[in-house]
């Protein structure tokens, strides 16, 4: 607040689902995002039990129809403050689920809120691309949402590649080779790369979250126009029983980041 010299005072802050509709929320401007989750959900009708299954997250939308997820807010971060310190980027602040493991799905299925909730985001999967259904899981889908067959729908996209990972703007990486593109995505314990190689051929890589030891997330300096820094995450992989490190040049580092945490919590939630 002292950085941006934003004073303590009641203002309007608008937080986004994923059909593209807000909730128009009366706030002051030092609340945390823990408390405007909170406040936000059980305005929608959550469970209070419910809301440490979602989190929010600053994205933005972009005329092409491409939605960048730029980073979790943090629980302590103040979201009215940040979104100012953002102007530049244009972001809006929206709601997520927050767990990596689809089959957690099941565990919300009995409250109203929190199936509308995984239903507007299912769909927006759908209708970015972020799944793949094959063409008869298309049009069972269709139809289960032509019927608003809301549970039905979960139940069956539960079953298809990408459902739930969040999905990176493409970047580059060095894997197999220096300066490769790839196109990203992070859940259910992977990481899968879609990397074009320098012979434009494409290789598809799960890097499988358990044969990983540590990352770092590092900032490699401000870009030409000195807009921003340019971020670099470095796995340390198991590969074949050979450990190497893997670097993705990337500015949803930090999202990226968060995903594996949340994965490996999961893992040894489930271990325990």
Not at 56 to 82: N, T
Not at 83 to 94: A, N, P, T, V, W
Not at 116 to 141: C, D, F, H, S
């Amino acid at each position: 607040q002292d950085t941006f010299k934003i004073q303590t005072q009641r203002a309007f802050l608008d937080v986004y689902l994923a059909d593209g509709s807000n909730v128009r929320l009366d706030i002051q401007t030092s609340d945390t995002a823990e408390r405007i989750l909170e406040v936000t959900l059980c305005k929608m009708g959550l469970s209070r039990d419910l809301i440490k299954y979602f989190s929010l997250f600053f994205f933005q939308d972009h005329e092409d129809g491409v939605l960048s997820v730029v980073k979790k807010v943090a629980e302590f971060e103040l979201p009215y403050v940040s979104l100012q310190s953002m102007k530049d980027l244009h972001c809006k602040l929206g709601i997520r689920k927050w767990y990596m493991d689809p089959s957690l799905d099941t565990l919300l299925m009995d409250c109203s809120a929190s199936l509308n909730l995984l239903y507007m985001q299912a769909i927006q999967e759908v209708k970015r691309n972020w799944v793949k259904p094959t063409e008869g899981q298309m049009q069972e889908l269709e139809f289960l949402q032509r019927n608003a067959n809301k549970a039905k729908f979960l139940e069956l996209i539960r079953k298809m590649q990408f459902y739930g990972y969040i999905r990176l703007d493409p970047c580059i990486c060095d894997y197999p080779e220096e300066g490769c593109s790839a196109d990203i995505c992070v859940g259910n314990n992977e990481i899968n790369c879609c990397i074009k190689l320098p012979t434009n051929q494409t290789k598809e890589v799960s890097f499988k979250i358990n044969r990983l030891r540590s990352w770092q997330v590092a900032s490699l300096g401000a870009t030409k126009d000195g807009e921003e820094d340019t971020l670099e995450l470095r796995f340390e992989y198991n590969d074949s029983g050979t450990w190497q490190w893997i670097t993705l040049y990337t500015k949803q580092a930090f999202v990226l980041s968060s995903c594996l945490k949340k994965m490996i919590s999961e893992q040894m939630m489930k271990a325990a």
